[in-house]
């Protein structure tokens, strides 16, 4: 095993679960893989041409677009400073591409944020880290937002 994985949501947690990450890839001289994955298309997006229209396809794709060049642009600043990455942008079930992605890669760990909701947050909408550390037969490192 010679991969590392890190769970990437441009969200608050990315930049201290990326850090963690890139630090362990280089300390073992690992690849550093990473992985976002975007929520997949609407069932009925197209359909919507209306000009109350909140969501087409032109809008998804100008969206997973941007997710790709964020993705890269993360990528190159790694590569810059010596870490050797490999990112990957899915569309699917976050828990799910997140798992088959570590065994496709047999990754040694997976790196994912803890945004520190609430257990309310969790029973209603539940919790991708969480769902991670249920399933996951890898290691799973719970990266910690930091609180402002």
């Given at each position: ?7 990437v ?8 679960v990326?850090?963690?990450a ?10 550093l ?12 997006a197209?359909?919507?041409?209306g000009?109350?229209a ?5 809008d998804r ?7 790709h ?5 993360l ?9 050797t990455?490999?990112p990957?942008?899915v ?7 997140i ?5 496709r ?14 257990r ?11 769902a991670l550390l249920?399933?996951s037969t890898?290691?799973?490192v719970?990266v910690?937002?930091a609180?402002r």
């Amino acid at each position: 095993m010679s991969e590392i994985l890190a769970c990437v949501d441009f969200s608050d947690a990315t930049d201290a679960v990326v850090a963690a990450a890139a630090a362990q890839a280089v300390d073992t001289g690992q690849t550093l893989h990473l992985l976002h994955v975007a929520a997949g298309e609407p069932e009925l997006a197209g359909y919507d041409q209306g000009p109350v229209a909140a969501h087409t396809r032109d809008d998804r794709a100008d969206e997973l677009i941007d997710e790709h060049h964020r993705l890269r642009a993360l990528a190159a600043r790694l590569e810059a400073d010596g870490v050797t990455v490999v990112p990957l942008l899915v569309m699917g079930s976050t828990p799910q591409k997140i798992l088959e992605e570590a065994d496709r890669i047999d990754a040694s760990a997976i790196f994912a944020g803890s945004h520190g909701h609430g257990r309310l947050h969790h029973l209603l909408v539940g919790s991708v880290t969480e769902a991670l550390l249920k399933h996951s037969t890898r290691p799973v490192v719970v990266v910690p937002v930091a609180q402002r």
